[in-house]
C-alpha cells in the first residue's frame, strides 16, 4: 500500500481528507521533512542525533495521525510548521520527563530565536533557582510539581486558589521582566507576550 499528497486537491475551507492520502507519497513526505526536522530540532534544541531522529518519527506518526482522523484543518502555517510544532511539543514533553524544568524550557522556547534558547534557559534556571522566595516557590509548586492553584493556596496559607493564582501571574510577570532585563545584559532581546 502506497500513501501520497494530492495537495492541489486541497481547497481552502477543508481538512485533508482520507482519499488524499496515499502511501508513496507519505513515504516522500517523510523522506522529505527529515533532514529539515531533524536540522532545526537538533539545532534549537541541542539533542543528539539519535534523539531528534527518535522526536522525528513521532512526529510524524502524529501528524499522520492527525491528518487521517480530521484533527488536522488546514492552516496558514505549513505542513512542516506543523509538524516542527508537534516536534516542539515532544520535546518539552521530553524534558519534562528528565526532570529539566518544564515551565523554563516551554515559556523560553516560545520567545526567543534558536541562537540564544540554551543561554536564556540556563538563565531562566538561574533565576528560579536563586533563592526560596514566596514567588519561585509559586512557580516552583505550579510548573514543576503540577501542584493545583488550591493545593498552593492551602500550602503557602492563601485565602482561596483565586489569591495563589493572582498570586502566581504576579510572581510571573516579575520573573518575566527580570529575566528580559538579564538578556538584554547580554544583548539578548525579545518581547515579552501579553
Known sequence: MRLSFHWNKRNADSSLPETMIREEGVEQLYAHYRPLFIGYIR????LE???ASDIYHDSFL????NIRTGKYQQQDASLLTYLLGIGKHLVLKRFQKEDKL???????SELLPDTDWKYAQEEAYRLVSEDDSVC???LRFFYWDRLSMAEIAERLEYQSAEVA????NSCL???S???KRRLEGKDIFYKLKK
Do not use: G, T
Open 43 to 46: 539545532k534549537r534544541y541541542q
Open 49 to 51: 542525533e539519535e534523539v
Open 62 to 65: 502524529l501528524m499522520m495521525d
Open 102 to 108: 518544564p515551565f523554563v524550557a516551554e515559556w523560553v
Open 136 to 138: 519561585n516557590r509559586i
Open 165 to 168: 493564582k493572582s498570586k502566581k
Open 173 to 175: 510577570r516579575r520573573f
Open 177 to 179: 521582566f527580570e529575566l
